[in-house]
């Protein structure tokens, strides 16, 4: 490590108000001289792996990813030769096939039932909250399903088809509070064999199956953090999956989180650490890819909510770590808190939303009521 390298890290920080060895909550300390190297040669990468070895912490981490975000230090950093040949693979190859995209299922979701349960609560909702008057996340959540419900008018009988359904959760919800038939689908092993248990008794089917082989008549379509996972070489055949499930006359609501700028890769650190092949679609590559299939009734962007819910996980998941401390290892639990926090930090920024599109085969006649 050069004085020089030192140097223009310590530049590079201080653009987004960010100082080394500073006394500010979101100041970095840092504990090994290899940290500025690997910042300069790796970007995000580089910095999350030396958080995860123990190089460096801030004591308000989210705080300091959400000026940093801000700042666009990301775009600032040189671009290495793995991150451009990242950019050109996905650009040429597609990364999320049928069998690639069980990678995500087996490395993320398929971590454990109780260690999810432990973080996101009982009922396991492994997305945004809606915090429309409450500070509870329990409540939030299930203000978001009945949010949904709303959204798209569920009543008995409707049969709805849960695209990505994870463990469960509005798939029973949909059955017991709203009378459905409910199809939900999932690539993750350990989902499915939950979600099944959790909805026995009920009219609902949980299937292991990728949305590409779904082709039935359903009502309704709900797709929750899904479609994060399709990669955009797949946005058009995921809503031509829909279009082609969906009857006339039907609602899809699309949920994801969605970044500002379009993109053909993520953030190379959340690739390789937490979500495999995975892309977070800007509204403009939803709207391209729904084109010619469905009328966008309406687009709902409450991504400031999962700035919090990503801070309720973290409380959760620190509170409950020392019973899978010996299970994980220390590196992985600094990579999971690392993780929850930088993504807390890019929501606040504002720089990734949650949208909810509303899509409708052949438009609402009339035109579509918002809900909120």
């Given at each position: 490590m050069s004085l020089r390298t030192q140097t223009l890290i310590a530049?590079?920080?201080?653009?987004?108000d960010i100082r080394l060895?500073?006394?500010?909550?979101?100041?970095?300390?840092?504990h090994n001289q290899r940290f500025y190297d690997r910042v300069l040669a790796e970007g995000t990468l580089g910095l999350g792996e030396a958080y995860m070895d123990g190089g460096w912490d801030c004591a308000a981490l989210d705080e300091m990813c959400c000026r940093a975000t801000r700042a666009r230090l990301d775009e600032q950093l040189p671009r290495t030769l793995r991150t451009g040949i990242a950019v050109l693979t996905a650009m040429l190859f597609n990364r999320q096939t049928k069998r690639r995209a069980r990678r995500v299922g087996e490395v993320h979701y398929d971590l454990g039932n109780d260690f999810f349960g432990a973080m996101l609560g009982p009922e396991r909702q492994y997305s945004c909250a809606y915090f429309a008057g409450t500070d509870d996340l329990a409540v939030a959540q299930e203000r978001k399903l009945e949010?949904?419900?709303?959204k798209l008018g569920l009543v008995p009988g409707l049969r709805l088809l849960d695209i990505g359904c994870g463990w469960g959760t509005l798939a029973r919800y949909a059955a017991e509070r709203h009378g459905c038939q409910v199809v939900g689908v999932t690539i993750s092993r350990q989902q499915q064999a939950h979600a099944a248990a959790a909805c026995r008794g009920l009219p609902v089917e949980i299937r292991l199956q990728d949305y590409r082989e779904l082709n039935e008549p359903f009502d309704r379509i709900v797709s929750v953090g899904m479609m994060e996972h399709v990669g955009g070489k797949n946005y058009g055949?995921?809503?031509?999956?829909?279009?082609?499930c969906l009857r006339d006359g039907g609602l899809f609501l699309c949920h994801t989180i969605g970044g500002a700028v379009s993109r053909h890769t993520t953030d190379p650190w959340i690739e390789r650490y937490i979500f495999p092949n995975s892309t977070l679609p800007s509204p403009a590559q939803v709207a391209r890819a729904a084109e010619g299939r469905f009328i966008i009734e309406d687009v709902h962007n409450f991504g400031a909510h999962y700035d919090r819910t990503l801070l309720a996980w973290e409380r959760n998941f620190t509170q409950s770590w020392g019973r899978y401390r010996a299970t994980y290892g220390d590196r992985f639990g600094r990579m999971w808190r690392y993780y929850l926090l930088s993504c807390a930090g890019a929501f606040r920024a504002r720089s990734i939303g949650l949208f909810q599109f509303m899509l409708a085969k052949g438009g609402v006649p009339g035109g579509y009521i918002p809900v909120r």
């Amino acid at each position: 490590m050069s004085l020089r390298t030192q140097t223009l890290i310590a530049e590079l920080f201080a653009r987004a108000d960010i100082r080394l060895h500073g006394v500010r909550p979101w100041d970095l300390q840092v504990h090994n001289q290899r940290f500025y190297d690997r910042v300069l040669a790796e970007g995000t990468l580089g910095l999350g792996e030396a958080y995860m070895d123990g190089g460096w912490d801030c004591a308000a981490l989210d705080e300091m990813c959400c000026r940093a975000t801000r700042a666009r230090l990301d775009e600032q950093l040189p671009r290495t030769l793995r991150t451009g040949i990242a950019v050109l693979t996905a650009m040429l190859f597609n990364r999320q096939t049928k069998r690639r995209a069980r990678r995500v299922g087996e490395v993320h979701y398929d971590l454990g039932n109780d260690f999810f349960g432990a973080m996101l609560g009982p009922e396991r909702q492994y997305s945004c909250a809606y915090f429309a008057g409450t500070d509870d996340l329990a409540v939030a959540q299930e203000r978001k399903l009945e949010l949904i419900s709303r959204k798209l008018g569920l009543v008995p009988g409707l049969r709805l088809l849960d695209i990505g359904c994870g463990w469960g959760t509005l798939a029973r919800y949909a059955a017991e509070r709203h009378g459905c038939q409910v199809v939900g689908v999932t690539i993750s092993r350990q989902q499915q064999a939950h979600a099944a248990a959790a909805c026995r008794g009920l009219p609902v089917e949980i299937r292991l199956q990728d949305y590409r082989e779904l082709n039935e008549p359903f009502d309704r379509i709900v797709s929750v953090g899904m479609m994060e996972h399709v990669g955009g070489k797949n946005y058009g055949t995921y809503m031509a999956a829909a279009a082609r499930c969906l009857r006339d006359g039907g609602l899809f609501l699309c949920h994801t989180i969605g970044g500002a700028v379009s993109r053909h890769t993520t953030d190379p650190w959340i690739e390789r650490y937490i979500f495999p092949n995975s892309t977070l679609p800007s509204p403009a590559q939803v709207a391209r890819a729904a084109e010619g299939r469905f009328i966008i009734e309406d687009v709902h962007n409450f991504g400031a909510h999962y700035d919090r819910t990503l801070l309720a996980w973290e409380r959760n998941f620190t509170q409950s770590w020392g019973r899978y401390r010996a299970t994980y290892g220390d590196r992985f639990g600094r990579m999971w808190r690392y993780y929850l926090l930088s993504c807390a930090g890019a929501f606040r920024a504002r720089s990734i939303g949650l949208f909810q599109f509303m899509l409708a085969k052949g438009g609402v006649p009339g035109g579509y009521i918002p809900v909120r």
